[in-house]
């Protein structure tokens, strides 16, 4: 491929990688970028543009293709205007704020490393404050399939720029719901990844504990690539966490969806959207997914806690003293929100962590019976006029399914979904613990391909979804397992937080017995070798680890499980578990049901 000329380009990565390969230059891309970006006729997506020539040159400049060394090689992207790029301004949407760094995120800086390429800082509600993308004092972004709805915000020209196809893939930020709220209202994928995963450092901050840079792009797998290549702690970063980036995972395991009581679905009233949330479960359930009704209560409580207490004081804890004295440089809204926090004192903060710390406790079983959540992505799409005639409400009634989820730790991914009646997008969000953003990325992207909406606002189809190995990837350990770490089982979390990706589910080879041992309940598994033609095949599910987190998984097994080299009926021999011999005295041959799962449910 020469010329963009020849075909419409398509910067999902799957297909701008081919075309690279192919023999596409990075230099035609960025001018087909520049085109993109006339023909939108949208002043409001970017508030600084990369001049063209520069762009022109940093393409020109990359070295020879290899997208193992570069694994965003000649990939356009966008940042969010509040993420600092070295020799850009920095406004967070506020002209009297503005300054230009020196040096740039680190975000921003992996991704170039990666051979990325910067197209500019994008539009946003200024200081990120707000989900409705109006908040500006620049021309606001257009909504790409009605320019009568709201963008979403605060994000709102990163993800513009995304579902326009201008760029691949685009950086926001995430505090209450900004990185998938755009998403949903613009068919995207937004990838919020769990606190401290991706460095914070050189972001101006909203609400500094709380924030995170989350990731906009076309398919759920373009979005893990960024987040994985900007993962990472930073030591000069105290927010910076060790955590497992997302990895692509080649099928979702037997899954436990939590999903919302009917009484807590809050659609404001429209059918449609509520319609369209519904067609999308069919999708998850198609999968094998079994869905597991919740209150959402104690997290709807949580997310009051943002705007309606004294945790908006920490918004004032980052602008407000820039606010104080230029007063009339913030937008109206942004500075009534801001100045809104003195009316809270010291001791009120503090009542605010108790009580979020209550809340977060109440919530903690929740995960025991559920591997993730799904709720709608936002209640409905709202106007432009409605933002006009209520600044407040409707911003906080988009943020329902979305404000609780950093307070309380949590990673969350939107994916798109069935359009609805009207043709307007719609879409829905996974959430989970901290740490188990490969569980949702491996998820997403088969209910991504399921839903077949097409690309943005492109019009594009989406690309055949790229094969995963079933085998762990080099520096990754396979672990074995056979009871309550299975898939929709007690203590899979613990698999889930230490960032382990599921692989495949294959029966032992022939020469296994399996036993309920004594104790309990609950009781646990047992899984011994024996000769050949006197035991049977079990039921087993790998996983991958990386070595430290095998490490940290096997330090707490108790006796007399250990783990042991096991033969799987596929060939591998990946580590797992075994008793000892001496463990099955008294204990129940369970070998019959061929798996634990089964036995488990024969109990029921």
Known sequence: MASTERRPLDLDLARLRQAYADG?????????????????????????????????????????????????????????????????????????????????????????????????????DQFATGLVGVRSPYTIPRNTFDPRIVPGGSSSGSAVSVARGIV?????????????????????????????????????????????????????????????VMAGVDAADPFS??????????????????????????FDGDAMSAAAFEAARRHYAGLGARFVEIDLTPFLA??????????????????????????????????????????????????????????????????????????????????????????????????????FV???????????????????????????????????????????AAAGTPLGATGAAQPALADVPDRASPGEIEICVVGAHLSGMPLNHELQSLGARFLRAVATQPSYRLYALPGGPPRRPGLLRVADGEGGAIATEVWALSPEGFGRFVAGIPAPLGIGTLRLADGTTPKGFLCEPIAIEGAQDVSAHGGWRAYVASLA
């Open 241 to 266: 966490r060790p955590l497992p980036a997302p990895a692509p995972a080649p099928s979702a395991p037997a899954l436990r969806l939590g999903v919302p009581r009917a009484a807590d679905l809050f």
């Open 302 to 403: 949580v997310a009051k806690l943002l705007y309606d207490g004294a945790y908006v004081a920490e918004r004032q804890a980052a602008v407000g003293d820039f606010i104080a004295a230029h007063p009339d440089a913030a937008h109206p809204v942004t500075r009534r929100i801001v100045e809104g926090a003195s009316r809270f004192s010291a001791a009120d903060a503090f009542r605010a962590r108790y009580r979020l710390a209550e809340l977060a406790r109440e919530t903690e079983p929740v995960w025991n019976r559920i591997d993730a959540m799904l709720v709608p992505t936002l209640p409905r799409p709202y106007g432009v006029a409605e933002l006009e005639a209520d600044p407040i409400g409707p911003n906080s009634r988009l943020g329902t399914y979305t404000n």
């Open 406 to 448: 950093n307070l309380l730790d949590l990673c969350a991914l939107a994916v798109p979904g069935p359009f609805r009646q009207d043709g307007f997008p719609s879409g829905t969000t996974l959430v989970a613990p901290r740490g188990r953003d490969t569980l949702l990325a491996a998820i997403g992207r088969l209910v991504q």
């Open 168 to 228: 691949s893939f685009a950086l926001g930020t995430d505090t209450a719901g900004s990185g998938r709220v755009p998403a949903g209202l613009n068919n995207l994928v937004g990838l919020k990844p769990s606190l401290g995963l991706v460095p914070t450092r050189g972001v101006v901050p909203a609400c500094r504990t709380l924030d995170c840079v989350s990731v906009f792009a076309l398919t759920v797998d373009d979005a893990v690539q960024a987040c994985s």
């Open 24 to 124: 596409l230059a990075p230099t035609e891309v960025v001018r087909e970028v520049y085109r993109r970006i006339a023909a939108a006729d949208d002043p409001g997506i970017f508030i600084t543009l990369v001049e063209r020539e520069r762009a022109l040159a940093v393409a020109a400049s990359l070295p020879p293709f290899s997208p193992d060394a570069f694994p965003l090689w000649g990939v356009p992207f966008a940042v969010k205007d509040n993420i600092d790029v070295a020799g850009l301004p920095t406004t967070a949407a506020c002209p009297a704020f503005a300054y230009v760094p020196d040096e740039s995120a680190p975000a921003v800086a992996r991704l170039l490393a990666a051979g990325a390429i910067l197209i500019g800082k994008t539009n946003l």
